[in-house]
Each structure stands twice: as C-alpha cells, then as structure tokens.
C-alpha cells in the first residue's frame, strides 16, 4: 500500500475565497501508479466523461447519495488518497476520467454534501468558476488536491469546458491528453442554513422548488446556447 500523503491545503489568494490548495499532493510515481490501476479498471462502455463510485454511488437525479446501490468498500489504493484533514471517511468518492474534448456542466455540488475536495491526476486542465458576471479559471496541475470551503463551496459554479485545447493566461494553447479526478464528498450531519435557492438544494426544497439544482440547468442551457452560436 502506497504512503499515506499528508495533507496541507492552504487558501488561495482569490476571488472566490474559500479555494484551498495543494500542490504536488501526491509524487509524480505514486500518480503514474494510480494511473496504470485506472486503466485496468472496468468503465461503463461509452464515449466521452466517464465515472466509477465508491462508497455510496452518486445519484444524478437527486444530486445526492443512491440508496438502492449497495456500499462499495473503498480498495487500497484509495484509502492513503484519503485527506487528513478529515475526522472521518468521505461518505462518497467519485473516480472520472475526461479523454480530450470532454468536459463538465457548469455546477454547484449540492449542499446535502459538506466538505468536497478533488485531486486531479493525467494532463493539466483549465476549471472555470462562476458567480453571476465573476469569472476565475484554475489550473488544474497534476498531482493537486483541491478543497472547496465557504463562498467557492456554496454559491460559485465549477466546470470544464468541451474542447481539445486550453488557452492559458498568457496565450499559450496547450492541448489536452487524458486526465482523471478524484472527486470526495462528505454528506452533512445537519441541514445546510445558508438560505441560497439560486445554489442550495435545502432552501430550494423549503420554497417548493420542485427540481434540485435549478442552477445546474440554467447554466448547461446557456452553455449549450453559446456553443450552438460560434
């Protein structure tokens, strides 16, 4: 089993706050490692962004937890990935791998989730995060562990865009290669109080709001909309 990495996040000096990063988390071997059991595990057959749970399974339709999938024991070599930081295991861990092109809906991750950290693996990337006209984009390098907390957890959107290429800050074009993430969500003991219904599944359940992440949708359609246009 592979040394358990210590972790040691600190904030980023940028809007949005509540960004916390660290690079080189895991060595450039133990990441080569991990990335040779990616690719002996079994993926679902398609095309594009694809996805392996462990401990309780994802559920897109609610943006929660499945119930009705049983438990999937985290392998060995997940549990040194694990942060340190945390009292106790993740409830859920989602393993994605993004061949180039691929990319992920604009989202806020919903706030039945607690703490939610992402470690990236593969190729670099560029990730977006929005708030209203507020645009920031991180680079995503290898081997970089990543905490959302506060203002960046709860009311910013995260994403990727669907291309082949990243244009950096200071105008290189970089193409994409293969990448995969990481993806820990703890779920909340309590019910989240920060009264969002632009991002929070808990207030909008409480002001009827009958379809969780209204803001995941608006934002996939006005994606889709400026795609459609250029």
């Known amino acids: 089993m592979d040394t358990k990495p210590q972790t040691q996040l600190k904030e980023l000096p940028i809007e949005p706050r509540g960004l916390l990063w660290q690079e080189n988390?895991?060595?450039?071997d133990h990441e080569q490692h991990l990335i040779t059991i990616f690719k002996e595990l079994q993926?679902?057959?398609r095309s594009g962004r694809l996805s392996v749970h462990y401990g309780y399974t994802f559920d897109y339709k609610t943006f929660g937890v499945d119930p009705e999938v049983p438990y999937k024991e985290f392998p060995d070599w997940l549990k040194p990935l694990i942060p340190t930081t945390?009292?106790?295991?993740?409830?859920?861990?989602c393993l994605q791998y993004y061949p180039p092109g691929a990319g992920i809906p604009p989202h806020v991750d919903a706030h039945k989730f607690d703490q939610l950290y992402a470690l990236s693996l593969g190729a670099p990337v560029l990730m977006q995060?929005?708030?209203?006209?507020?645009?920031?984009?991180?680079?995503?390098s290898p081997g970089s562990l990543m905490q959302f907390?506060?203002?960046?957890?709860?009311h910013w959107s995260h994403g990727i865009k669907k291309r082949k290429t990243d244009v950096l800050a200071d105008g290189t074009?970089?193409?994409?290669?293969?990448?995969?993430s990481?993806?820990?969500?703890?779920?909340?003991?309590?019910?989240?109080?920060?009264?969002?219904?632009?991002?929070?599944?808990?207030?909008q359940q409480r002001n009827g709001v009958e379809k969780e992440h209204r803001l995941i949708k608006e934002l996939a359609a006005k994606k889709a909309a400026e795609n459609s246009s250029t």
């Open 25 to 28: 988390f895991i060595d450039p």
């Open 43 to 45: 993926w679902p057959d």
């Open 86 to 93: 945390e009292s106790r295991p993740p409830d859920q861990v």
């Open 129 to 140: 995060l929005r708030k209203g006209d507020q645009i920031t984009n991180i680079d995503l």
């Open 149 to 154: 907390t506060g203002d960046a957890r709860l």
């Open 173 to 180: 074009v970089r193409p994409r290669a293969d990448r995969w």
């Open 182 to 203: 990481l993806t820990y969500r703890w779920l909340r003991e309590e019910e989240c109080e920060c009264g969002s219904v632009e991002t929070c599944n808990v207030a």
